[in-house]
């Protein structure tokens, strides 16, 4: 990741527009701001989520409220509360997330 040309800016989260996406059980909420080459994102996961797909994307993630866990392909499990956070390359570890409470995350990627 290269953050170039950027200069100083602030984002209001709340006036950021909500997509949707589906998981196979629950929904996951997006704020998405791009700065270039770099994706931010605003997450939240409803209580019982689990996505819908196996990531290959390299991530920063921090979770701010509630309980994420992350399964990686090799069968390795991870959970995650507030103030923890986890990183992983392009085209490593796949990675899967699930939510038993909910979650509320900030992702860069």
């Known amino acids: 990741m290269n953050i170039g040309d950027l ?22 909420l997006w704020r998405t701001r ?26 920063f993630l921090l979770c701010l409220d509630g309980t994420l866990q992350t399964e990686l392909g090799d069968g390795r499990r991870f959970r995650l509360g507030p103030g923890m956070s986890y990183h992983v390359a392009d085209g490593a570890e796949p990675h899967r997330s699930s939510s038993p409470t909910g979650a509320r995350l900030f992702i860069v990627d």
């Open 34 to 59: 791009r700065f270039g080459d770099v994706r931010v994102r605003m997450v939240e996961y409803s209580p019982d989520y689990l996505a819908d797909h196996w990531c290959t994307k390299g991530h």
């Open 7 to 28: 200069p100083f800016g602030t984002v209001d989260w709340k006036a950021v527009e909500v997509t949707k996406h589906p998981g196979l059980r629950g929904e996951a």
